[in-house]
């Protein structure tokens, strides 16, 4: 598969009593805020404008199901580290975003995006020690890479490796402005669907509290770029 079905908005979860029926394998997009999620989607997604940009951080708390024809549903997590957010905010990034990471079996694979232009943040590496913690499958993007030049891709890339401590085949080089790894990183999402075993049983979210990285940008189906 070198692109993927029409895409449309399916709904918005605000609290994990609201996440649809598992009938599909998901694939959740993990980032910073500003860090080009919604850029990302749309462009894997061959869709401009499907998944809105907003220049409002911290917004966003609900998870936003797209669905990718009768393939799979995408899922727009909130963006976290923006650091003017209320402590309520934060927490409630946290029970939200990981009792849905932990307990939802349909989720096949957790993308997490990383500005390639910068040195490992501290909250990117949290959460991929803990999706590492978990067992939760994941894929690095490095995203970006347009403003780089190819040296400089490969030098900064084998830094953030070596900061997640992960192997190059962990991960994807892309840009969302010349479609630089997007058919790299749908062969990824597809082969991984394509394996992936939906349970037929609906699990219950997990109670624990959960030490996940923090809070949120954009608006519903959004985040800043």
Known sequence: ?????????????HLLKQLP???????????????????????????????????????????NYFAIGDFCYFVDLPGYGYAQVSQKQRHFWQELVGGYVEGRQ???????????????????????????????????????????????????????????????????????QTGQGKAELIEKITGLVQKFELAKEEPIAPETDLLVPQPVDGEPGAEGD
Not at 44 to 54: I, N
Not at 112 to 118: A, K, M, N, W
């Open 106 to 176: 349909a989720l096949a694979l957790v993308v997490v995006i990383v500005d390639l232009r910068h040195p490992v943040k501290e909250l990117d590496r949290e959460l991929v020690d803990w999706l590492k913690h978990i067992g939760r499958p994941f894929l690095v993007v490095y995203t970006k890479a347009d403003k780089l030049s190819r040296n400089e891709q490969q030098k900064n890339a084998l830094a953030l490796d070596a900061g997640f401590n992960m192997a190059a085949a962990g991960r994807v080089l892309f840009s969302a």
């Open 1 to 13: 598969m070198n692109q993927f079905p029409q895409a449309h908005f399916l709904s918005a979860a």
């Open 21 to 63: 029926p598992q009938l599909l394998p998901e694939i959740a997009f993990a980032g910073r805020s500003n860090v080009g999620k919604s850029s990302l989607i749309n462009c894997v997604l061959g869709r401009k404008g499907l998944v809105k940009t907003s220049s409002k951080p911290g917004k966003t708390q609900s998870l």
